[in-house]
């Protein structure tokens, strides 16, 4: 490998590009790979990606190809930005390109359907890389703020520190501050059930429920997924940082959230159907949320927002219905 860090960024979404950004801003020579050659040739020609980020201006070091083999070549760094039900079967594509020694880092906040694996472990299962060659970057990252390079910070997981570290270095900038954790369970779970809690405070807000039905739902919510993560391993102090609630107050909060926008239109009435066609990227929480459930059943563990959230999305009880057996479930000690 030459003396300059190269990343690839496979996904020129919102998050994608914003991340390739980062990277580029942090002195990483950065290929971007995207299905569509139009999109491609924007990036290259006006250094703007006009489908997700329009009006973003991007480094001069960061570049597009719809060539898979172009953008894999001797990456330090394979980032991996798509959406996560359709990463399997892209990471089985891209596998025989990867460079043998790049570390594969996740994006993607999500739980896979059917197999209840998180992102990292799908990317292990795939390419048979060892836990020590798989990061995941976690936290409060809406794309579109750190596209215009406004300060935040994240959590940078991988069960190698020295790992986790090295990568920190390489997405440090004056405005993007990671974090280091070894805890790649703790993190992958609360982004993936944020998710899920965002299409929840979405729904309440589209009901008018109120600010305190979002900051109780916030707070179980962020119960729940304490409750998972202790089941699985996870050190709970993980959900308490940026990977846990920072990331959730600000998927909550924010009108950039698309799991919030997505629940906001279902609360006002929306169908499913009406709701995906008016939505232009993947809200993660939509699909996640009946695998985020799989996996706490598996675990034995209760999770009643997920539950009423899959509830609404995929089983079509009305927003009103869900919401009066959820407050009528049985008192019981807020620790438990």
Request: glycine share 10%; with cysteine.
């Amino acid at each position: 490998m030459s003396d300059t860090v190269k990343a690839a960024v496979f996904g020129t979404g919102s998050w994608g590009t914003a991340f390739g950004m980062v990277l580029a801003d942090a002195g990483c020579q950065v290929t971007l790979w995207g299905r569509r050659p139009e999109l491609a040739a924007a990036v290259n020609s006006t250094r703007t990606n006009p489908d997700y980020l329009p009006g973003i201006e991007l480094p001069a070091n960061l570049g597009a190809t719809t060539d898979a083999a172009e953008a894999a070549a001797d990456a330090d760094f394979t980032v991996l930005a798509v959406p996560s039900q359709t990463l399997r079967a892209n990471l089985a594509a891209w596998q025989p390109l990867l460079h043998p020694g790049t570390v594969l880092v996740s994006l993607m906040k999500g739980v896979e359907l059917g197999s209840a694996m998180r992102m990292s472990e799908v990317i292990e299962d795939v390419t048979g890389a060892g836990a020590d060659r798989v990061a995941v970057v976690s936290g409060p990252n809406l794309a579109r703020e750190i596209a215009a390079r406004m300060p935040a910070a994240a959590v940078v997981a991988c069960r190698e520190a020295a790992v986790a570290e090295r990568l920190q270095r390489h997405c440090h900038t004056p405005y993007f501050r990671p974090y280091t954790i070894t805890d790649v369970t703790g993190c992958e779970l609360g982004g993936a059930v944020k998710n899920v809690i965002g299409l929840a405070v979405g729904i309440a807000d589209g009901m008018g429920l109120g600010d305190n039905a979002k900051g109780s739902l916030i707070t179980r919510g962020l119960a729940e997924t304490t409750r998972l993560g202790h089941a699985m391993g996870a050190d709970p102090l993980t959900f308490s940082g940026l990977a846990g609630l920072g990331d959730l107050v600000a998927t909550c909060s924010s009108p950039l959230s698309r799991n919030h926008t997505f629940g906001t239109n279902l609360g006002k009435g929306m169908t499913l159907e009406e709701t995906i066609a008016v939505t232009k990227q993947t809200a993660e929480g939509v699909k996640s949320c009946e695998s985020v459930l799989d996996l706490a059943r598996r675990h034995g563990v209760d999770m009643p927002i997920t539950e009423t959230v899959v509830g609404i999305v995929h089983e079509g009880k009305p927003p009103v219905v869900a919401l009066k057996e959820l407050m009528a479930r049985s008192a019981k000690p807020e620790r438990r």
